[in-house]
């Protein structure tokens, strides 16, 4: 269901930022040699795309993407990917962090990050600045939530989404009256007592759209729609997180207001969350649709052949594109770009990155020699839970599993994180191994 305010045609009056995040701990090592935005999402996409893609088909096309760490593949899937011609004048462009004269520290925060590069957001003519995750998993048409901003005469709109009491004690939670507007937030509440004053009165579920029954909080998704003046005089302070800080002490003196989002939205910002998304996606009905063709999910355009299935059994997965999977037994996995998957081999709840090249002959016989297997997947292996990253190497007859295994791991050739086995990128696994 989509939020009924009258929709606004208006878009160049907005500026879109989306924030990259900082070094990506709680999805490392996916984010050991990548931003985290750029870590790939259901086969062919980035988590990147996701921020871009639905500022696109809200006709929000001034974007960029701040960001700090690991940036090189992120700068190279964004100049890729997203090119307008010159008489749009949209863009999509990073501005990573950098040292100056007047100030040598990095981002500090999602705030301190937008006042270090506002000098940039004001050469441009905007009455509202957007502010977006670049890790999250969701669609929404901003077109509703700008206008709502400007119905309200809000200085400050909050997207939030209605959640269970489970849920709530991990986000932050807002408390609104009956006119949206919001009057107090409380940072991941874990005690009942707290949580029993933040929760929406029963007769105010049907006025926002939201079915009865059940308790129901509203949580920040960490989409956020700034007035000019007011987000200009906010930066002023030296405070460096909007989530933390700004939006909190902003709510004492000025119109902040809710959105109510209704529709799938995930934050991945873990290992055991990026792994139920992705997998989730592989489901007859998906909660996240990449087939919805009225709002499209936009990537790198890539000239990759047709995958190739010889004699395989595939069963709920999702197969991208240029694969050669050869007589194996793939199931509720997701199978990236380019891969390669062996006779014999069986697959259950793996997600492989893919590839970024073919290899060559040449390199094939030559690791061959020394005895490491060639990109991809051997044969007869045997491997579930597990997340392969791009470019590794599996030998033939290799069985991985976490289970039995603690939660956490570190190993010379693998990681275990929530329970999910993780094969680095380009990392080397020799035949007969088992994990």
């Known amino acids: 269901m989509r939020h009924t305010s009258r929709q606004t045609s208006n878009t ?47 006709g929000l096309r001034r974007v960029y993407l701040l960001t700090q760490f690991n940036s090189a593949s992120l700068h190279r899937h964004i ?9 749009t004048g949209g863009f999509v ?29 004001l050469n441009h003519e905007w009455d509202y600045l957007l502010i977006l995750s670049g890790d999250q998993l969701y669609r929404m048409d901003f077109r509703h939530i700008i206008s709502q901003h400007a119905e309200t005469d809000a200085d400050i709109t909050v997207a939030t989404i209605p959640v269970a009491r489970a849920a709530a004690q991990s986000l932050g939670i807002m408390q609104v009256d009956a006119q949206r507007r919001i009057t107090r937030f409380v940072e991941k509440p874990k005690d009942p007592a707290v949580l029993d004053t933040l929760k929406l009165p029963p007769d105010w579920l049907d006025p926002l759209g939201l079915p009865a029954g059940g308790e129901t909080f509203l949580a920040s998704m960490g989409i956020y729609v700034f007035n000019r003046g007011i987000i200009r005089g906010l930066l002023e302070s ?30 991945i910002g873990t290992i055991r969350a990026f792994f139920e998304a992705n997998l989730d996606v ?51 996995s ?22 970024d090249y073919y290899e060559s002959l040449e390199s094939i016989r030559a690791h061959e020699q020394i005895g490491r297997p060639r990109i991809g997947i051997g044969t007869n292996c045997r491997i579930q839970n597990t997340i392969v990253d791009k470019n590794a190497r599996i030998g033939d007859n290799v069985v991985i599993s976490p289970d039995g295994k603690p939660e956490k791991v570190d190993h010379a050739n693998y990681y275990i994180r929530d329970g999910i086995v993780i094969i680095p990128k380009n990392g080397v696994i020799p035949h007969g191994t088992v994990i």
């Open 238 to 267: 030296k405070l460096t997180d909007f989530g933390k800080h700004v939006i909190p002490d902003a709510i004492q003196n000025l119109r902040v207001f809710s959105y109510v989002f209704q529709g799938y939205w995930e934050d």
């Open 93 to 121: 462009e990073i501005l990573a962090a950098e040292q100056t004269y007047a100030d040598n520290s990095w981002y500090q925060g999602t705030a301190d990050a937008v006042r270090k590069n506002m000098v940039h957001f």
């Open 12 to 58: 160049s009056n907005v500026l879109s930022v989306i924030m990259g995040g900082g070094q990506g701990t709680r999805l490392f090592p996916l984010t050991k040699d990548r931003a985290k935005p750029a870590v790939p999402l259901a086969g062919k996409y980035r988590l990147v795309d996701i921020p871009i893609s639905n500022c696109i088909n809200s």
């Open 79 to 87: 100049s890729q990917s997203y090119k307008f011609d010159h008489f």
């Open 334 to 355: 997701i199978i990236g770009l380019r891969c390669s998957v062996g006779v014999g081999t069986v697959l259950n709840r793996v997600i492989l990155l893919g590839s």
């Open 282 to 332: 592989t489901s007859e009905l998906p909660r996240f649709n990449f087939f919805d063709m009225a709002a499209p999910i936009f990537s790198r355009p890539r000239f990759l052949p047709a995958s190739k299935i010889n004699g395989a059994q595939i069963d709920h997965a999702v197969i991208s594109d240029g694969c050669i999977l050869n007589r194996a037994i793939i199931s509720n």
